[in-house]
């Protein structure tokens, strides 16, 4: 009996992986078809130690391998292995908050894996009834629940998504007919006047907060007060979504209006810094992360004038980064230097303190009794930005700058997101409703339901709102008119590679075949178009 030990150990620690999967998701269909597929593959593997041994343990171990490595991923990620995961792997570093917890969890995955699987007593007969009874039952799964919980068909939709990317891109890069054309427009659409308190050419700053969901800040618990007080000063927005995910995407694609394919790619049509800079603003964009050299680089690509670092040899946040409190007080002291010009400019900044895995940081604000990390660094990004806004609307800068208030995207639904927000429901871990709040000193408080519209229409909103008009290629329109005929709707369609999904009416759902056909054709049309240089427009 002793030699089955190793036998049990192996398939016992992927089943507790697997059922480990519905307190992590909320959704026991995960561990269900996990646990029926991970006995397909005890069944086969006995089936084939009926003759062959050291080439059945070798596959074993490479499958049980995907198994473990797909479940690791679920428990922490919320979902299966994505492009976007894989994407975002030269990133690693933002991950150190919680690195001990990830490769104990890894270690554990390899020392199971590479035990060795031996024949059990089950005749041939009772290994065939349970291998047909097991893909019986995961036909009737798959037909009742959809393929989605199935960790090996999350594997196969990850390569095929990788496949359709690639194509995409050497798509994108083949030069030809101008794509921009069907892209253009030649004006802003404006549909409110600019309020009377606003000099022609107000200072902006533009806050774009890591990983932040609407949801975080109407919290009953009041983990955002400050945040919460702000929103109900100032015009701000609800059922607004991202348009992408993660903050490589997100960023230029707000700024650009548009969509990405990858990363790192460049867009070389018009962005809200790009219109400003014709009308004499002096554009800065504010790098949180000196130490990340892809960061840095990418973004030197956006096209400000100047990007803004400090506090290199004291940075106080994890992965080597500024902490929120370093990051909004260097957004205070570019502020009075760009001030000093005295011409109007642009501020952005994009605070990453609050990203996955991280905790506040030493000597800053916590939650309660500090033990919840996720909780803490939204508390910490709370206590920042009010100590920033306090100390703006106290000072002279207060009578014409506007602030811009929002996020690079939605709080990304991983483990631990689940465990300090566990009443909150999901229906996907990239995309979920966003803040957007506009601030003046004579701002009138006002709500303004988007209709699931999303981050596409941050930049025509704001130039709406100032009235400031340009040729453009932005796929989004102002939020203060009716939402756009044309088909397809972008500024209800989300996609970041893994999913593409519509959030029309504050309903987020996938996309019709029909619906998905037409995106794409859109979408890989907008990809090239961003890489050609536009001409001159009648």
Known sequence: MAHYIPTILKYAFSAVFALASVPATGKKRFALQALLELAAVFALTDLLLIRFTVPVWIVNALVIFLFNAQALVLCFGGSYTTLVMLTNLDSWQDLLGKMGQYIAAILAVLV????????????????????????????????????????????????????????????????????????????????????????????????????????????????????????????RFRSYYNHTYATYCALIGQLYSGYQLGNYDSNSLVSLQSILKERGYDTVMINTEPKNRLFTDYLGRLGFDRVVTGYEDDLRGEARSLSDGQAYELLWDTLREQAGKGGPFLTAIYTFGSHISFDSPKGEAKFGDGKDTTLNKMRNVDVQFGAFMEKLKGSPLADNTLVVFTGDHCAYGDLFYRRAFPAYERVNTDVDEMPLAIWHKDAVPETIDAGGRNTLDMVPTLLDYLDISAPNYFLGSSLFGPAPEEEPRFDTLFYDATYTMSTQGG????????????????????????????????
């Open 507 to 538: 309903n987020i759902r996938p996309l019709t075949d029909r619906e998905r056909k037409r995106f794409e054709s859109a979408l890989v049309r907008y990809f090239t178009a961003r890489t050609q240089t536009p001409g001159k427009k009648k």
């Open 112 to 235: 199971f894996t590479a035990l060795p699987v031996r024949k059990t007593p089950l005749s041939l007969t009772w290994i065939l009834v349970l291998l047909c009874a097991d893909l019986f039952l995961q036909v009737l799964a798959h037909m009742a629940l959809g393929p989605s919980g199935s960790p090996f068909f999350g594997l196969a939709d990850m390569i095929r998504t990788v496949a359709v990317s690639r194509k995409w891109t050497r798509t994108a890069q083949k030069t030809g007919k101008d794509r921009t054309e069907s892209f253009y427009k030649s004006t802003v659409l404006g549909f409110r006047k600019k309020p009377e308190g606003l000099p022609e050419n107000p200072n902006i700053v533009l806050i774009f907060t890591e990983g932040l969901s609407s949801h975080m800040i109407r919290d009953k618990r009041k983990i955002m007060p400050e945040t919460a007080r702000f929103m109900r000063s100032c015009l």
